[in-house]
């Protein structure tokens, strides 16, 4: 082996021992590390994270409300949606009996619950 790979595998072994220095204080700190760096006594740290989580729980908030607006919609497209579902036929003789003992059932209540009030 020549004197210049020793010296680039050196090299190279250096470079290799500062990118994985490099890759552990890049990496997220210790439990340890983050209690040294942050007094949870010091009022402008405390009102500096305060003010983050409510702009960011604002932000949430106005992502939820524009996600739930609806769409422009046509309100006679709803109408004919709803009509071809319900499709009932109002010439019905047996719909009309129905409606008929609904009503005079409603207005039976409506007399007793007026002249007995409790």
């Known amino acids: 082996m ?25 990496a997220e700190p210790t439990k340890a590390e983050l209690e040294a760096e942050f007094n949870p006594n010091d009022k402008e740290l405390c009102d500096a994270a305060l003010k983050i989580q409510s702009t960011f729980r604002g932000h949430l908030a106005r992502k939820l409300v524009n996600k739930d607006e609806p769409e422009d919609v046509d309100i006679q497209e709803i ?26 059932s409603f207005r039976g209540h409506k007399i007793r619950k007026e002249t007995n009030p409790e």
Request: zero cysteines; charged letters at 30%.
């Open 79 to 104: 109408t004919k949606k709803v009509a071809e579902e319900l499709d009932i036929d109002l010439t019905d003789p047996e719909l009309n009996k129905a409606a008929t003992k609904i009503q005079a």
């Open 2 to 26: 020549k004197k210049s790979e020793t010296k680039t595998t050196a090299n190279n072994g250096s470079a290799v021992a500062a990118a994985a220095e490099a890759a552990s204080s890049s």
